[in-house]
């Protein structure tokens, strides 16, 4: 299977099972499961869900078994677009080819929605012991996502985003932020698929280091996008990031040396696959994926 194949199967099995793990539209009070709907279901590379699968593929455990885990993280990653999307943070008004939630629903509909999407998150990833996962990596997975969205992992990179606008471009602090901000939830991803896939603490740390090459590497390239990329294929406006003076990869280095270190972390993140053997393929292919990509 080549890797357009791989992620088509993937997501379609993702697709399936966000749908089923959703409150209904019409439910009561329907217009808050009107705007999860909108907002989970509005398309997307489904790119963190697929790393679980393929983390805990890595290690021998097979993808359905991973669902609840792998939706779970694609609940919470809404939620903080919807949130990330307000006025009172980033104010952008499209997202995936189409308005934020905000601008459909209301600002107070779209922090609920958000609020809601990630409750239900931390309920779906208890839901794998009943998909096969012992307890206790259940717990340590709940642990593992619960530290990667919170005040020391993505919730600290977006408050230092935002109190860093208008400031002089500083590497580490740039660091802090893509690490923070993007990447724990990347990270969280590769290892919630070992943790429940039960990885050998060797695997664990591959996965680990995987997570965080590919993690930065992602939101170096969402620089460049900001700057160079099509809003009809990045679904948002460009020169946002520049309009805000955001603290960016491209703002620190300049485009040529963000583009060289984006290149470099994905191919140390590709070597990093390639030790994990052959069950790992789908991960080797997504390193570069992640850095060759237009939206």
Not at 17 to 22: T, V
Not at 61 to 77: K, N, Q, R
Not at 286 to 294: I, N, P
Request: proline share 5%; net charge negative.
């Amino acid at each position: 299977m080549n890797l357009e194949a791989y992620l088509s199967q993937r997501r379609r099995l993702i697709e399936e099972a966000l749908k089923a793990n959703l409150p209904g539209p019409q439910s009561y009070p329907p217009l808050i499961h009107q705007a999860m709907h909108y907002s989970l279901l509005a398309g997307g590379k489904r790119l963190r869900p697929i790393l679980v699968l393929a983390a805990g593929e890595a290690v021998g455990y097979p993808a359905e078994g991973l669902l609840p885990a792998a939706c779970a993280v694609e609940f919470l990653h809404t939620y903080s677009l919807i949130h990330d999307d307000l006025p009172s943070m980033d104010n952008d008004d499209y997202r995936r080819g189409r308005l934020t939630c905000h601008k459909v629903y209301g600002e107070a509909i779209a922090i609920l929605a958000g609020d809601a999407l990630l409750t239900e998150a931390f309920g779906l990833l208890a839901r794998q012991v009943e998909a096969g996962s012992t307890p206790e990596a259940t717990v340590a997975a709940v642990k593992e996502l619960a530290l990667a969205a919170g005040s020391r992992g993505l919730v600290g990179g977006q408050v230092v985003d935002l109190l860093a606008e208008e400031e002089e471009p500083d590497p580490r602090l740039v660091d802090y932020i893509h690490r923070h901000k993007t990447g724990s939830l990347i990270r969280a991803c590769l290892r919630l698929g070992g943790i429940l896939g039960g990885a050998t603490d060797e695997q664990l740390e591959k996965l680990t280091r995987y997570g965080e090459d590919v993690g930065l590497a992602f939101q170096i390239v969402d620089d460049l996008l900001d700057i160079l990329g099509d809003t009809a294929q990045t679904g948002k406006p460009v020169g946002s990031d520049l309009k805000k003076k955001k603290v960016t990869y491209p703002a620190c280095f300049g485009l040529e040396e963000s583009r060289r270190r984006a290149w470099e972390l994905a191919e140390r993140a590709r070597r990093t696959a390639e030790e994990l053997g052959e069950r790992a393929w789908p991960l080797a292919a997504l390193a570069h994926y992640v850095v060759d990509r237009q939206s």
